[in-house]
């Protein structure tokens, strides 16, 4: 979750704030560094001996490697274009939508079954994703169609290798999937951006933005991939998807704390809309439940202090009030004392669509949030 965030924080400055406006030449760059670094440590670690287990001939390669491998550059290049365009939260709201185009792509190839109570679970959640971008104030056409292109790329991409490589038993971790697909992508990617962005690229804007930083960059985007694999197999499917909703919102409000992005209020309550929705897609009724009632002891338990737990729950008490006032603290202290806090408060409306920035003359297509 921590790299996640990261990799699409750093993404998103280097694009925008620092003024490396190369989303397709980035992107290359980081497929180049993951194909150098797989090789590297397909010759020197175990982390990907099991690449052994797949026997990659020449037929499998062109028939499920490289349309995969295309798909994914172009997810990957929709994925990065688009914060040239749209906030960072705005993006995740979007986002939000991704398992409806799985959905969509899986009844297309007949992987799914169509089924009436997933389409209209699937219903909300598109409802809160429309309502979302009718709140936004810095929407953008071109963005939002880059959006919907990466999902579509990605949701695509997804069901094909659950067809072509899922179905023959070729399971890769994302390292392997790294290891056979960065090559393609590189290769691809650079293709576009020698027509797109190479001839209008110069050195000194990647000096102006840091050769460190870009290594950097592309170091944790790849770091991203190895701490994957060390997850798989170590955390169950619930806490997996209780912690991809809880990055989401996470990110949306560090994105607005670090580039004052203004929110609306109709824009919150459509992404509230859409997580509920998604919830309920991802974990169904029963499991919703389940964690329903475990909470409800847990807090319980919590509040009480008979027993002979009675004494470790008031030092778990004590522990997350202290936490938990940390946090406010810190929020207070950004709001309050930073000129970014004081300007978001200054002209903070959650009335009549307003919001939160009194900068109304400010648009996201100039790339600056």
């Not at 959006?147 to 790329?153: K, P």
């Amino acid at each position: 979750m921590f790299f996640s965030n990261v990799t699409i924080i750093f993404n998103k400055w280097l694009l925008d704030t620092a003024g490396f406006k190369y989303p397709i030449i980035l992107t290359c760059w980081h497929l180049i560094y993951a194909t150098i670094a797989t090789q590297i440590l397909a010759r020197t670690t175990t982390l990907l001996d099991s690449r052994r287990n797949f026997p990659v001939t020449g037929r499998l390669y062109l028939r499920t490697i490289l349309p995969i491998g295309l798909l994914y550059s172009g997810s990957l290049i929709c994925s990065n274009v688009v914060y040239l365009y749209l906030s960072v939260s705005f993006i995740q709201m979007l986002k939000a939508a991704s398992p409806v185009a799985v959905l969509f792509a899986s009844w297309s190839w007949g992987v799914a079954e169509p089924n009436l109570a997933k389409f209209l679970n699937v219903l909300v959640i598109v409802f809160g994703v429309a309502v979302s971008s009718f709140g936004e104030i810095q929407f953008s056409w071109t963005g939002f169609f880059f959006q919907i292109g990466g999902t579509t790329f990605e949701a695509v991409r997804v069901v094909m290798i659950q067809v072509m490589l899922s179905g023959e038993g070729l399971n890769m971790d994302p390292l392997v999937s790294l290891y056979y697909y960065a090559p393609v992508c590189a290769v691809m990617n650079f293709l576009i951006a020698l027509v797109g962005e190479v001839p209008k690229f110069k050195l000194e804007h990647a000096a102006q933005a840091g050769y460190g930083m870009l290594f950097l960059n592309a170091s944790i985007a790849f770091i991203l991939n190895v701490a994957s694999v060390f997850l798989i197999g170590k955390t169950s499917g619930l806490v997996m998807t209780l912690t991809g909703i809880f990055k989401s919102i996470l990110l949306v409000v560090v994105s607005i704390l670090i580039w004052s992005t203004p929110i609306t209020f109709l824009q919150a309550v459509g992404y509230a809309i859409a997580l509920a929705g998604l919830t309920y897609y991802s974990l169904g009724y029963d499991q919703l439940a389940s964690i329903g009632a475990s909470v409800v002891g847990w807090t319980s338990e919590f509040f009480s202090t008979s027993g002979g737990r009675g004494h470790a729950m008031r030092s778990k008490r004590i522990i997350v009030v202290g936490l938990s006032s940390l946090v406010a603290m810190i929020v207070v202290l950004e709001l309050t004392l930073s000129e970014r806090g004081r300007r978001l408060l200054g002209g903070s409306s959650w009335h009549g669509g307003r919001r939160f920035s009194p900068n109304h003359g400010h648009h996201a297509n100039n790339g600056s949030h």
